[in-house]
Antibody
Framework: QVQLQESGPGLVKPSETLSLTCTVS????????WTWIRQVPGKGLEWIGN???????YYNPSLKSRVTISIDTSNNQFSLKLSSVTAADTAVYHC?????????????WGQGALVTVSS | DIQMTQSPSSLSASIGDRVTITCRAS??????LNWYHQKPGKAPKLLIY???RLQSGVPSRFSGSGSGTEFTLTISSLQVDDFATYFC?????????FGQGTKVEI
């Protein structure tokens, strides 16, 4: 059973960079695509971007200028950096695996890490 | 981006009820539609993919239907474990987008 766990600071100051890491257990990041999705409290889910084990990345155009997703295959982890954050970036950040069976879906998720942007 | 609209935004139901949730896409997405549910503080769980295919391990009381722009998730007999928020998500084109959620309450 694949399990994902987010970790990182829960409080970030405005204009600084949000950094989170997702540790994968029960499976290897050396296959599939790995994803970051966020959930603003009381609102819907927003896809941030994907990374493949080769390092290929795909970002949401709405966040592309501020997002970097990287992968560390030796530690079975992948990471998110979001720069120049504002209060609007306060959200629960989930990491997930993008599965494929003729169609794409997100089949394994972490329970999420709440990140608050505040001075 | 493709907009996904769910209805209703919330509903009240009892154990054993048949529950139906609708998801509409702003343009045709064929059968590229997934359903998830989420309990407070927990990870979302994939229920249905490709509009009607049941994810492994998901109870058969869950079913999905539809294609094009209109989709339905049905719970044939609501159980205690089903009280949660349900989301649809399109995988037809990037960026993948989600509905705003339907909260199923007692």
């Amino acid at each position: 059973q694949v399990q994902l766990q987010e970790s990182g600071p829960g409080l970030v100051k405005p204009s600084e960079t949000l950094s989170l890491t997702c540790t994968v257990s029960g499976g290897s990041v050396n296959s599939q695509y790995w994803t970051w999705i966020r959930q603003v409290p009381g609102k819907g889910l927003e896809w941030i971007g994907n990374i493949y084990y080769s390092g290929s990345t795909y970002y949401n155009p709405s966040l592309k200028s501020r997002v970097t997703i990287s992968i560390d295959t030796s530690n079975n982890q992948f990471s998110l950096k979001l720069s120049s954050v504002t209060a609007a970036d306060t959200a629960v950040y989930h990491c997930a695996r993008r599965g494929y069976s003729g169609y794409y879906f997100f089949d394994y998720w972490g329970q999420g890490a709440l990140v608050t942007v505040s001075s | 981006d493709i907009q996904m609209t769910q209805s209703p935004s919330s509903l009240s139901a009892s154990i054993g009820d048949r529950v139906t949730i609708t998801c509409r896409a702003s343009q045709s997405i064929s059968s590229y539609l997934n359903w998830y549910h989420q309990k407070p503080g927990k990870a979302p769980k994939l229920l249905i993919y490709a509009a009607s295919r049941l994810q492994s391990g998901v109870p058969s009381r869950f079913s999905g239907s539809g294609s094009g722009t209109e989709f339905t998730l049905t719970i044939s007999s609501l159980q205690v474990d089903d009280f949660a928020t349900y989301f649809c998500q399109q995988s037809f084109t990037s960026p993948p987008t989600f509905g705003q959620g339907t909260k199923v309450e007692i």
